[in-house]
């Protein structure tokens, strides 16, 4: 059973930057791999869940309007981890931010990292 553990989160001023992590525990490198579909959400209090960035095993990326030049995902196969990194941080990127992996099969969520921008 595939777990994701997401770390990097914190209270941060606007204008800061954050880096997220989340790793694959407890799964191999070739299941890593397997799960096409890799990427972050975030939901806000009173919100909806939304996607925020994608990557895909070619590393080809894609961003939500609101976070494009912003953020930048990124992954690390030799680690089974994928990475969000934030700058130019604003209040209203303020969330809890969860790590998703999975395929057409299967469907892994992290606990979720909670990132707060306030000065």
């Known amino acids: 059973q595939v777990q994701l553990v997401e770390s990097g989160g914190g209270l941060v001023q606007p204008g800061g930057s954050l880096r997220l992590s989340c790793v694959a525990s407890?799964?191999?490198?070739?299941?890593?791999?397997?799960?096409?579909?890799k990427g972050w959400y975030r939901q806000a209090p009173g919100k909806q869940r939304e996607l925020v960035a994608t990557?895909?095993?070619?590393?080809?990326?894609n961003y939500v309007d609101s976070v494009q030049g912003r953020f930048t995902i990124s992954k690390d196969n030799s680690k089974k981890t994928i990475y969000l990194h934030m700058n130019s941080l604003k209040p209203e990127d303020t969330a809890v931010y969860y790590c998703n992996m999975g395929d057409c099969n299967t469907d892994y969520w992290g606990r979720g990292t909670q990132v707060t921008v306030s000065s």
């Open positions: 407890r799964s191999i490198l070739s299941t890593f791999i397997s799960l096409q579909n």
């Open positions: 990557i895909t095993n070619a590393g080809i990326t």
